[in-house]
């Protein structure tokens, strides 16, 4: 049974260029919430996805925006990137809005240039 | 603004050594209260809290709720160098209908041979 899959790994990036990072829910759940974890902090909320639509928002501009697709995957988009961009990205995957069975897959390492 | 803060920041112990982590949190609507085990990417779910009072245990590692207090710890006996990792503390709230975790910035312990 696959767990969350994130892609990719790491990868390297120039401030101003766009990134699209993508998520594969664990098999049974429909819901993606995505984290930013800054090193040496944990992780902050950017956002949820459930049945295609962003369902709750933290603190982050409009630069992040997501998507999720009919078969739950999501991807995470960061425009004009900031060196401040830098960070451990995780996804979360879950079944319905609650909390069930909420896991986290291995995250992908951005680093900005 | 929903907040997590854990202490210490960080801790240098030796193997065999009985170790206190410390969270405290200021939620709206609070659910429950996790904590997770970070060695390099994924964070990995060790207890979830929801009553308070009860101890929650596993194998060496136990944790408790106040919810009277706002806060809980996470004790780990006898320490062993695969012990060695960030502990993040995180509670379930509430907002505008949906939910998201709110984390603290951890706490780094070293565990030393």
């Known amino acids: 049974d696959a767990g969350v899959t994130q892609s990719p790994t790491h990868l390297i990036k120039t401030r101003g260029q766009q990134v699209t990072l993508r998520c594969s829910p664990k098999?049974?759940?429909?819901?993606v919430s995505w984290y930013q974890q800054a090193l040496g902090q944990g992780p902050q909320f950017i956002f949820q996805?459930?049945?295609?639509?962003?369902?709750q928002r933290g603190n982050f501009p409009d630069r992040f925006s997501g998507h999720q697709f009919p078969n739950y995957s999501s991807e995470l988009n960061v425009n004009a990137l900031l060196l401040g961009d830098s960070a451990l990205y995780l996804c979360?995957?879950?079944f319905g809005t609650g909390n069930y069975g909420y896991t986290f897959g291995s995250g992908t390492r951005l680093t900005v240039v | 603004e929903d907040k997590v803060v854990q202490s210490p920041l960080s801790l240098v112990v030796h193997e065999g050594d009985t170790v206190t982590l410390n969270c405290s949190y200021e939620?709206?609507?609070?659910?429950?209260l996790l904590w997770y085990k970070q060695e390099k990417k994924a964070p990995t779910f060790l207890f979830m809290l929801?009553?308070?009072?009860i101890e929650k245990k596993s194998g060496r590692l136990s944790s408790i709720l106040d919810k009277k207090e706002l806060f809980s710890i996470l004790n780990i006996t006898a320490t062993q160098t695969g012990d060695s990792a960030v502990y993040l503390c995180?509670?379930?709230?509430?907002?505008?209908?949906?939910?998201?975790?709110?984390f603290g910035g951890g706490t780094r312990l070293m565990v030393k041979p």
């Open positions: 979360a995957s879950s």
């Open positions: 098999s049974g759940h429909d819901t």
């Open positions: 996805y459930y049945e295609e639509e962003e369902r």
């Open positions: 939620v709206t609507n609070f659910r429950s």
């Open positions: 929801t009553s308070s009072g």
């Open positions: 995180a509670v379930w709230g509430e907002i505008n209908a949906g939910n998201m975790l709110t």
